[in-house]
């Protein structure tokens, strides 16, 4: 079950209660998942032409929460 024990935050900024990490850990906690799960939050509706703000990936046992508008994720996966 998630909760905020099991959310990590990609940010240049501290989240009370939110474990801070980087991109490494998250490539590690991901790189021998066979299911993840992937949402966006945008700066609108259309999800053609806003920019994304958020980026939130893991699985049922750990989210982590990305603000792209500090970190660039296009490194993500090489």
Partial sequence: MLNQKN???VAP????GIKS????ELENYLKNKSIIA???E???LDQFTNKI??????DVNRQFVIDTRY?????VGE
């Fill in 21 to 24: 990490v980087g991109l490494g």
């Fill in 53 to 58: 703000v958020m980026l939130q990936i893991g």
């Fill in 38 to 40: 992937l949402d966006t």
């Fill in 7 to 9: 959310i990590r935050l």
């Fill in 71 to 75: 970190v660039d994720v296009k490194c």
């Fill in 42 to 44: 945008t700066s609108g």
């Fill in 13 to 16: 900024y501290q989240v009370p």
